[in-house]
């Protein structure tokens, strides 16, 4: 559905010079400097998959984003998005493509959801059966059924994130961009966006493109991961496989009953890992995945465990690793 060939982008911009000279010399003569955002990329998405868009702030991401949506032209590559060249801007692409964006809003702040729904209608030209249908699904699973007729200036923000969503999908798009679209919420919103765009997906089945500083959005909807940085695709691959390739340990988490005596971590328990902490709550451990059966049985043996957790590495650790191991722990900053 989506098929990138060598796709770049480059930015002309002003070259600055410090200081009331330099500010002077531009006035009358400004020099130009050529900056790569995306460094001829190649791709491809199919129908029902999320890939998840991954990098620092400045790496390119909502900028290959923009051009796949029709926004920028491209310095050179191609690329096409259910046969159609985007940033032609056929009219017969732009029905059945989405961009959502979690910084930009497309509804009218000064009238009610359901009449900005209306126009949108007029726009993608929806049948009203259709409409009908689609709303009363889109609005039953993001539970705003009652807020449809509240100004949008009055939602909070996340149900301005809900309706947002809604007007994005109100025309059932095959190819659907999500840049960001949890930024700014609280964990109950987050929740609640992620678990709707995986229903979304295995009802509809669109290719997705999502980008995401939060890593509990990538680890939660994306199954395939792209790793971007300065431009350039550092990894295009399952997310189980860099998880497997960068995280070769794990982390168990014991709570403790409280006990007269202190807890102390014998020498075995030692041997097996790393121990992150101890108290007389709990116990953290960090073991190698192989050892993890045998600590966990060692623990629960020793110790008064009133529960026992074991954790991943979180990705956002496992991508730093990931620039490390490149020599560009620079670049690691953000997700």
């Known amino acids: 559905m989506i098929e990138v060939e060598a796709l770049a982008k480059v930015f002309r911009v002003h070259k600055k010079e410090p200081g009331l000279k330099g500010s002077l010399k531009a006035l009358f003569r400004r ?149 960001e679209p949890t930024i700014g919420l609280d964990l109950t919103a987050q929740r609640a966006i992620r678990d709707f765009i995986l229903e979304y997906r295995r009802v509809h089945r669109p290719a997705m493109i999502l980008t995401s500083h939060y890593m509990e959005d990538i680890q939660r909807l994306c199954e395939r991961i792209v790793i971007i940085r300065e431009g350039e695709f550092v990894y295009d691959g399952p997310l189980v496989a860099v998880v497997q390739r960068y995280a070769q340990s794990k982390v168990i988490r014991a709570h403790l009953r409280r006990t007269p005596e202190p807890v102390q971590v014998d020498g075995d328990l030692k041997a097996l890992g790393e121990v992150v902490s101890c108290s007389p709550e709990e116990i953290c451990l960090r073991v190698a995945r192989a050892e993890v059966a045998r600590a966990s049985a060692r623990i629960l043996e020793r110790y008064p465990v009133l529960d026992l957790a074991i954790e991943e590495m979180d990705i956002g650790t496992i991508i730093e690793r990931i620039f490390r191991e490149r020599g560009e722990v620079g670049g690691a900053g953000g997700a």
């Open 31 to 179: 020099e130009w400097t050529e900056k790569p955002a995306v460094k001829g990329v190649s791709f491809r998405v199919g129908e029902g998959e999320i890939v998840g868009l991954v990098g620092a702030n400045g790496a390119g991401k909502t900028t290959l984003v923009k051009m796949l949506a029709g926004i920028i032209h491209p310095t050179f590559g191609s690329a096409k998005v259910l046969g159609f060249t985007p940033w032609e801007r056929d009219n017969r692409l732009r029905r059945q493509i989405s961009l959502i964006m979690g910084q930009k809003a497309q509804l009218w702040w000064d009238l009610p959801a359901a009449d900005c729904f209306l126009l949108l209608r007029e726009i993608y030209r929806i049948p009203e059966a259709l409409y009908r249908e689609t709303l009363d699904y889109l609005s039953g699973v993001l539970d705003v059924r009652k807020e449809l007729n509240i100004q949008i200036r009055r939602l909070s923000l996340g149900e301005r994130m809900k309706m947002e969503l809604i007007a994005a999908l109100l025309h059932r798009p095959r190819v659907v961009f999500l840049d």
